[in-house]
């Protein structure tokens, strides 16, 4: 089987090596992957959000299987094109896509189904936005509408901040078209719990649960990132309130989505926070979460492919996801500066030994060398019986690898170890 999927990110490469596992793949092309992926995939030099030339792409080399992997793409419609083109695939349809692609539908769709979230309100007029936050106490969660890079979210401290916030997205258009309406929610306390989940519009089966670590610092402080590391299982989230997501957030969505003729299939992610008054939703996101990904898919221990395939079959219900016990850690190394600015080019080493357990983010080959080129840079990850295990391979996998201009968290896990202890 040859498969394509687009993306070029740890994410991705974390995808990939795991479809590797099945037999039956021949070939698997990256659009545009990276110079890390390079090892696992043929990349292509076509942009994620060049929906036409992948259809096109996948079209010529008779592509089997597609698999769509970030926001922007599944947002503009790749899979709809690529579907129309005859190339099955996994990810929601455009119109499915749109539970990320809107925070004001997905605080609507939440509000009308009775799924738990924070309160809110949504403006599309700023002096509105503005006299409303006269009337909230601080602090106070703006959202920009659309897709921010996931910068989107600002939680202001104080009124001041909050109208700050109101006046960059919507009056000076910080993040451009996504900042023409804006989310004001009421800010909520507890644990955050990453959860995705395989679903063909009928069946959903949830992942081991994850925990994302948000800012560039140690002890959750500095400036918010695209994730620095992530454990899975999730300490904070036991089987007792599985169940209840299940029943309360779940389901209900997926059933929401059906009822609004907008069937979702693919992997849905559920960012949520364990507030006193029970799980609530934070975000959806209508794709594998990164570094989530890093750290559930080595814990899979179904064949990947076959997952994804009956999810665009709907025969979800007839097919074995299976987890194996233990854990994962993967620690982000990023580029000096990161998440402002970064220096580019940097040399990479990566011993030979540890270079299966790690995921290439942000690489590209120069002179036959791999030379950090983005913000985030590795994934190095490792699983075992135990998460201190998994946290201390994951960490002397990071000692191994020669990246001068590289920083990491030095904290990936602690919080979720310190939990555990206290259970
Ligand atoms: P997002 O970009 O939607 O992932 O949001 C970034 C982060 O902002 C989340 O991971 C939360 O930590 C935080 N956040 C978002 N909404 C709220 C809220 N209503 N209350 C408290 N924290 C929030
Ligand atoms: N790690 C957060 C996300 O993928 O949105």
Not at 137 to 155: E, H, Q
Request: with cysteine.
């Amino acid at each position: 089987m040859k498969l394509l999927v687009v993306g070029g990110g740890g994410r991705e490469h974390a995808i990939i090596k795991k479809l590797r596992e099945n037999p039956d793949v021949t070939e698997i092309f990256a659009l545009p992957g990276n110079g890390g992926i390079a090892a696992d995939a043929t990349c292509v030099p076509i942009k994620a959000t060049d929906i036409d030339a992948i259809a096109d792409f996948a079209v010529r080399n008779r592509i089997d299987y597609a698999v769509v992997a970030p926001d922007d793409p599944l947002v503009l419609g790749c899979v709809n094109v690529l579907e129309a083109a005859g190339i099955p695939c996994f990810g929601p349809r455009a119109e499915a896509a749109v539970i990320e692609g809107s925070k004001v539908f997905a605080k609507d769709l939440m509000k009308k189904y009775g799924i738990p979230t924070a309160r809110y309100e949504s403006f599309s007029d700023a002096e509105e936005a503005l006299a409303y936050l006269e009337t909230v106490p601080a602090p106070i969660v703006v959202k920009a509408d659309g897709l921010a890079l996931g910068k989107g979210v600002i939680i202001a401290e104080t009124r001041d901040e909050a109208r700050a916030a109101v006046r960059s997205i919507m009056l000076d258009k910080k993040f451009g078209k996504s900042g023409s309406r804006v989310v004001i929610e009421e800010f909520l306390t507890g644990p955050e719990v990453s959860v995705l989940a395989f679903t063909d519009g009928k069946t959903l089966v949830p992942m081991v649960s994850s925990m994302d670590h948000k800012r560039a610092g140690d002890g959750d402080t500095g400036l918010n990132t695209g994730g620095m590391g992530t454990i899975a299982p999730n300490p904070y989230y036991t089987e007792e309130i599985a169940r209840v997501c299940m029943e309360t957030i779940f389901l209900p969505t997926i059933r929401a989505m059906n009822a609004e003729g907008r069937t979702f299939r693919g992997c849905l992610y559920f960012g949520l926070m364990l507030t006193p008054d029970g799980p609530k939703v934070i975000e959806y996101n209508c794709r594998f979460g990164d570094p989530e990904t890093q750290v559930v898919l080595p814990l899979l221990e179904s064949d990947l492919l076959t997952v994804m395939r009956a999810t665009t079959d709907g025969t979800l219900d007839r097919t074995e996801v299976k987890f194996r016990s233990g854990s994962a850690c993967c620690v982000v190394m990023a580029s000096e500066g990161y998440p402002v600015a970064y220096e580019k080019g940097c040399p990479l080493t990566i011993p030979a030994s540890v270079a299966p357990y790690v995921y290439v983010a942000g690489a590209a080959q120069k002179d036959g060398r791999l030379v950090a080129s983005g913000g985030r840079v590795l994934g190095v990850t490792a699983t075992a019986d135990t998460l201190s295990g998994a946290i201390r391979t994951a960490y002397e996998r990071v000692a191994s690898i020669d990246f001068a201009k590289g920083f990491y968290r030095k904290d990936i896990g602690a919080r979720a170890l310190k939990a555990k202890g206290a259970q």
